[in-house]
């Protein structure tokens, strides 16, 4: 079940995560001009961004995004509820460490870069701690029976009353999905603390370990209201 633990230690042990994994096929050029405007709205506010990336696997878009000059210092933490995945991330941020790597790292992570195992439904972290949470198939990953849905999944209900906890008044949600909008909006709307907007994302053909066809994809912003 892709919901639980040792499913994704296996994805990114034995299957198709053992190589760098980018769901849907995205690199960061197709969504860096809606990432840099939600990101200049909440930098009006603060001088170091906090981002929390939920569900990271060993996805790099985050991290390729803030390689822009054009973007600002932010500390970017990332989890996952798979060791295995966060493993494979530490390892890679360790071996850029090197010699080779510190101009890159430098360039990059204008600020502080943390992973850490970490259920995105049950999250340590305190409350309002976030200027924006950033999700690229966490959730879909949650809605993968492929029922109709009608807001009862309990997981999701748990992990959308997580983030909202975490993001700091004014904050952004910044979810990408491959699901149609039918099946997210009834989580969107459970509660009247979300303002929701959403763009379609011009996905690019090239080559991937995985082939994702013609999926169409939606960048969802979720602000939190106060």
């Known amino acids: ?31 860096s001009p809606m990432l840099l405007e939600i990101v200049g709205s909440a930098k009006e506010k603060n001088e170091m961004l906090k981002i929390l990336q939920i569900g990271t696997g060993n996805s790099m878009i985050l991290e390729d995004s803030f390689d822009d000059p054009l973007f600002p210092k932010a500390i970017i933490t990332n989890i996952d509820i798979s ?9 890679k941020e360790e071996a850029m460490k090197t010699d080779v ?40 990953a949650l809605l993968s029976h492929g029922e109709e849905e009608f807001g009862d999944n309990e997981r999701i209900k748990e992990m959308m009353a997580e983030i909202h906890r975490v ?23 459970l509660e009247d603390n979300w303002e929701v907007s959403s763009k379609p994302i011009e996905r690019q053909k090239k080559k991937s370990n995985v082939d994702f066809g013609n999926l169409s ?7 939190k209201l106060t």
């Open 101 to 140: 790597g510190r101009k890159r790292i430098a360039r990059i992570f204008k600020g502080d870069l943390a992973y850490m195992q970490m259920d995105a439904c049950k999250m340590s972290f305190e409350a309002a701690s976030f200027e924006i949470v950033f999700d690229k198939g966490t959730m879909d």
């Open 217 to 223: 994809t939606t960048l969802y912003v979720l602000k």
């Open 83 to 91: 060791k295995e995945a966060i493993h494979i991330m530490t390892d």
């Open 167 to 189: 993001l700091k008044p004014d904050g952004f949600y910044i979810l990408i999905s491959g699901n149609q909008s039918s099946m997210l909006e009834p989580y969107f709307y």
């Open 1 to 31: 079940c892709p919901a639980q633990e040792a499913y994704w230690d296996r994805f990114y042990s034995k299957g198709p995560g053992v190589k760098k994994y980018e769901w849907y096929n995205l690199d960061h050029q197709e969504i």
